[in-house]
């Protein structure tokens, strides 16, 4: 039997088959990273994508605001109470090993972030069904635009016509 044709312990799919899968599990421009994107930029928020140069290459960057955001999924950064945290139920340990080490990952690199004076939110997937809700959060702490919102969530001031 090939290699790439063996089981690795009570997994039910080949190691090919499972190598197929994981590639394409993506760590940038996901779903719910694409959603909060596009709901920042149409309320009027400009920010660089993945900064190389920063602990974490945080999803967006707002540098004159020194504020981060990550938009972290619920499964693999271990959302504390939601219900897509939950472990696969083979290979247990390697799983907890593996999304423990995420999210102590994910504490050094918002540590490193505020030592260098950064501040974070962090927008979990499963907020993005709530587009309304995330809206009110980032808006708090990012503070205002420096431009009019075409967000239908977010209401603007027009100017008198006169």
């Not at 974070?120 to 919102?149: Q, Y």
Request: glycine content about 6%.
């Amino acid at each position: 039997m090939p290699q790439s044709d063996r089981r690795i312990g009570r997994d039910h799919l080949t190691i090919r088959e499972r190598s197929k899968l994981m590639s394409r599990i993506r760590s940038k421009d996901t779903k719910p990273e694409l959603l909060v994107r596009r709901l920042l930029h149409g309320m009027g928020y400009r920010y660089r994508l993945h900064a190389k140069e920063l602990p974490g290459r945080p999803d967006l960057v707002f540098q004159s605001r020194r504020k981060v955001v990550f938009v972290h999924g619920c499964f693999w950064h271990r959302h504390e109470g939601c219900k897509a945290n939950r472990l696969p139920k083979s290979r247990r340990e390697f799983w907890r090993s593996k999304l423990e080490g995420n999210a102590r990952r994910d504490d050094r690199n918002v540590a490193a972030l505020v030592a260098l004076g950064w501040r974070v939110h962090i927008v979990w997937e499963c907020e993005t069904s709530n587009l309304d809700c995330v809206a009110g959060t980032i808006k708090r702490f990012l503070g205002p635009t420096r431009m009019r919102s075409s967000h239908p969530h977010v209401k603007t001031q027009r100017p008198d016509a006169n």
